[in-house]
């Protein structure tokens, strides 16, 4: 009996402990029926509030996930952030939630970033709508076309400010597969080049520098989609959206284009909710040209993710292709920290053969801290390595793919 009291008694005083103490709130699971632990529980324990958070199966009410940011990157230095993800959960229970994100970045490099993406899905999932919205004044480094005389110490200082309007519809034709038209609008003005030495073998200047340059063209984008969720993608779900492209000088583009585009995402799950996440990126130009800005580049995706491991824009040409592999995995059982480790490979075109000559690859580790349990969104923070000595540090709100 003695034996059985003093155990129950030490149990209790440790409950006591960690519902007291801050800095065991991401090791240990919480009192009550829900384990699960993030970020807004740590704040309602410093302020000692009361208030049940546990989570269902389902999200039943708007989840907002906000934070402000200093961050360091390869492209931005230092860089003062907002960021800022909306989950709204349908009155349809067969519809997926509609997802809303945002961000705004001032930039130790003169930047300024500005971004609204949204996903919506409409009635029993009859529809998806997608928005990419952004502003962008961007002085940055280019290191010109392609990989083979690629160089960190040649690169041309470019600026210029940035519009890009890219929006489409896509209607469901069979489970989770859609397809329908978009319309694609990027136009750069007050492009200038302020380098005059230890300048790219083939760059800006050789390829034809201009002032202003504008990219509109129509779009059919082929989707299938199974997550449930994009800012944290579930196991056992994928992703493919493959978008045909075609610029028009009929809707003031500077040069006629065709092109593709295919994003590729498998998540496989693995032993206690680990997973190994597969992502593949490819754009294929079939004929015309595109002013230089717009010729596919490092990061050039949706979010800027693309090879983790180099600076935005560090390799760039007229066909890209890149994959990358990342095992996901927990590290505090209640959720609230898990991690991550990774590794890419990219090719490009070479400016002149048109070909791809060699493969760069990059790979890296980083933390995942539990930001909103509802929505399941998570602060990814990764420290990544390419070749030639190319290093830093990338941090997303959500995961990276």
Same mark, same amino acid.
């Not at 807004?40 to 708007?62: F, Q």
């Not at 959720?335 to 990219?346: P, S």
């Given at each position: 009996?003695?034996?059985?009291?003093?155990?129950?008694?030490?149990?209790?005083?440790?409950?006591?402990?960690?519902?007291?103490?801050?800095?065991?709130?991401?090791?240990?699971?919480?009192?009550?029926?829900?384990?699960?632990?993030?970020?807004?529980?740590?704040?309602?324990?410093?302020?000692?509030?009361?208030?049940?958070?546990?989570?269902?199966?389902?999200?039943?009410?708007?989840?907002?996930?906000?934070?402000?940011?200093?961050?360091?990157?390869?492209?931005?230095?230092?860089?003062?952030?907002?960021?800022?993800?909306?989950?709204?959960?349908?009155?349809?229970?067969?519809?997926?939630?509609?997802?809303?994100?945002?961000?705004?970045?001032?930039?130790?490099?003169?930047?300024?970033?500005?971004?609204?993406?949204?996903?919506?899905?409409?009635?029993?999932?009859?529809?998806?709508?997608?928005?990419?919205?952004?502003?962008?004044?961007?002085?940055?480094?280019?290191?010109?076309?392609?990989?083979?005389?690629?160089?960190?110490?040649?690169?041309?200082?470019?600026?210029?400010?940035?519009?890009?309007?890219?929006?489409?519809?896509?209607?469901?034709?069979?489970?989770?597969?859609?397809?329908? &038209?978009? =319309?694609? #609008?990027? %136009?750069?003005?007050?492009?200038?080049? @302020?380098? !005059?030495?230890?300048?790219? *073998?083939? /760059?800006?200047?050789?390829?034809?520098?201009?002032?202003?340059?504008?990219?509109?063209?129509?779009?059919?984008?082929?989707?299938?989609?199974?997550?449930?969720?994009?800012?944290?993608?579930?196991?056992?779900?994928?992703?493919?959206?493959?978008?045909?492209?075609?610029?028009?000088?009929?809707?003031?583009?500077?040069?006629?284009?065709?092109?593709?585009?295919?994003?590729?995402?498998?998540?496989?799950?693995?032993?206690?909710?680990?997973?190994?996440?597969?992502?593949?990126?490819?754009?294929?130009?079939?004929?015309?040209?595109? &002013?230089? =800005?717009? #010729?596919? %580049?490092?990061?050039?995706?949706?979010? @800027?993710? !693309?090879?983790?491991?180099? *600076?935005? /824009?560090?390799?760039?040409?007229?066909?890209?292709?890149?994959?990358?592999?990342?095992?996901?995995?927990?590290?505090?059982?209640?959720?609230?920290?898990?991690?991550?480790?990774?590794?890419?490979?990219?090719?490009?075109?070479?400016?002149?053969?048109?070909?791809?000559?060699?493969?760069?690859?990059?790979?890296?580790?980083?933390?995942?801290?539990?930001?909103?349990?509802?929505?399941?969104?998570?602060?990814?923070?990764?420290?990544?390595?390419?070749?030639?000595?190319?290093?830093?540090?990338?941090?997303?709100?959500?995961?990276?793919?």
């Amino acid at each position: 009996m003695l034996i059985s009291y003093t155990s129950k008694a030490q149990l209790q005083k440790d409950s006591s402990l960690h519902k007291k103490n801050i800095f065991t709130l991401a090791f240990y699971k919480q009192p009550g029926k829900d384990s699960m632990v993030d970020f807004v529980d740590g704040i309602y324990r410093v302020l000692k509030i009361n208030k049940d958070r546990s989570i269902g199966e389902t999200i039943s009410k708007p989840q907002f996930s906000f934070i402000p940011a200093v961050e360091y990157s390869m492209i931005s230095k230092l860089a003062a952030s907002l960021n800022a993800n909306y989950v709204k959960p349908s009155k349809y229970l067969a519809t997926k939630n509609a997802t809303y994100s945002t961000e705004l970045k001032i930039t130790q490099n003169k930047q300024i970033i500005s971004q609204f993406i949204s996903n919506i899905w409409l009635k029993n999932n009859e529809y998806n709508i997608n928005t990419n919205w952004s502003y962008l004044k961007f002085p940055q480094k280019d290191f010109g076309l392609g990989t083979a005389n690629n160089q960190l110490d040649r690169f041309d200082q470019i600026d210029y400010s940035y519009l890009k309007l890219h929006q489409s519809i896509v209607k469901r034709i069979a489970q989770n597969w859609y397809i329908g &038209p978009g =319309l694609n #609008i990027d %136009y750069r003005w007050n492009i200038s080049d @302020s380098s !005059t030495v230890n300048k790219p *073998i083939y /760059g800006f200047t050789q390829y034809g520098p201009s002032k202003t340059s504008n990219s509109t063209g129509l779009t059919v984008d082929l989707l299938y989609d199974s997550r449930t969720s994009i800012v944290n993608p579930n196991t056992a779900s994928a992703y493919l959206n493959l978008s045909y492209r075609s610029n028009l000088t009929l809707l003031g583009s500077d040069y006629a284009l065709q092109s593709i585009t295919m994003d590729l995402r498998k998540y496989i799950p693995l032993f206690r909710k680990n997973m190994l996440a597969f992502w593949s990126y490819n754009v294929l130009t079939l004929s015309g040209k595109a &002013p230089y =800005l717009d #010729i596919p %580049y490092t990061a050039s995706d949706r979010n @800027s993710n !693309t090879g983790r491991g180099f *600076i935005q /824009g560090r390799f760039r040409g007229e066909k890209l292709f890149f994959a990358e592999s990342e095992y996901r995995f927990g590290i505090t059982e209640n959720g609230f920290i898990g991690g991550v480790v990774f590794a890419n490979m990219l090719s490009v075109a070479e400016p002149l053969q048109k070909g791809l000559q060699q493969i760069r690859t990059g790979y890296g580790a980083g933390i995942r801290i539990k930001l909103n349990k509802h929505s399941n969104t998570n602060v990814a923070i990764d420290y990544a390595f390419g070749q030639g000595g190319s290093q830093g540090i990338f941090m997303n709100l959500g995961e990276v793919f």
